[in-house]
């Protein structure tokens, strides 16, 4: 099941719109339409990755997300790391010579 938000009012002067979640009951406030849009979104693809995951993936990605959304510098360096890390892609057709 997946969650459905209420939508916000189609009037002049959008004031604010509460997006609450039928699978897990969870409540966001959004000030504009384009918040509004982006929490529902995320919210939606939070579950879908959620679902996906069993309970020791679920207790390992908390504690890497607590870590690195605490430290952004941290999560920048990680990444470049990654990237740093990353292999070379395979030469395509037109990258042969």
Request: hydrophobic share 40%; proline share 8%; glycine share 8%.
């Amino acid at each position: 099941m997946s969650p459905r938000p209420s939508r916000p009012a189609a009037v002049p002067g959008f004031d604010q719109a509460v997006f609450r979640c039928g699978q897990c009951g969870a409540r966001r406030i959004a000030t504009t339409e384009a918040d509004y849009t982006r929490a529902v979104s995320a919210h939606r693809d939070a579950h879908a990755v959620f679902d996906r995951l069993n309970a020791v993936e679920r207790s390992g990605m908390g504690s890497i997300l607590r870590v690195l959304l605490e430290d952004i510098a941290l999560s920048a360096e990680l990444l470049a790391l990654i990237d740093q890390d990353a292999p070379e892609p395979f030469p395509g057709p037109a990258d042969r010579g």
